[in-house]
Nanobody
Framework: QVQLVESGGGLVQAGGSLRLSCAAS????????MGWFRQAPGKEREFVAA????????YYADSVKGRFTISGDNAKNTIYLQMNSLKPEDTAVYYC??????????????????WGQGTQVTVSS
């Protein structure tokens, strides 16, 4: 089993920054993608960013591209999401997820096997 724990959420004013972390424990995959998703109240879970284990394949949602940066530290089995120029519409619970590298499209939540509990990000205007 793989356990994922997010941290780093909080309250920030528009234009500010936050850095989210996701630490993985247990038996991790040899080849996998790690992803960030978010879900606001009353809305569907939305893809934010994903990164391969090697770090060589990175994907962003158009809504965050240029503002958010996903990165990973393989030695720590941890990924990060640096969020800059935050907007009120970024307000959501942010979830970390993991999937096998070849088990479907990286953009779809349904293809991910493991999920963290989520961390709240609130951006005030």
């Amino acid at each position: 089993q793989v356990q994922l724990v997010e941290s780093g959420g909080g309250l920030v004013q528009a234009g500010g920054s936050l850095r989210l972390s996701c630490a993985a424990s247990g038996r991790t995959f040899s080849s996998y993608f790690m992803g960030w998703f978010r879900q606001a109240p009353g809305k569907e879970r939305e893809f934010v960013a994903a990164i391969s284990r090697s770090g060589g394949n990175i994907y962003y949602a158009d809504s965050v591209k240029g503002r958010f940066t996903i990165s990973g530290d393989n030695a720590k089995n941890t990924i990060y999401l640096q969020m800059n120029s935050l907007k009120p519409e970024d307000t959501a619970v942010y979830y970390c997820a993991a999937k096998r590298a070849y088990s479907g499209n990286n953009y779809y939540a349904q293809n991910y096997d493991y999920w963290g509990q989520g961390t709240q990000v609130t951006v005030s205007s």
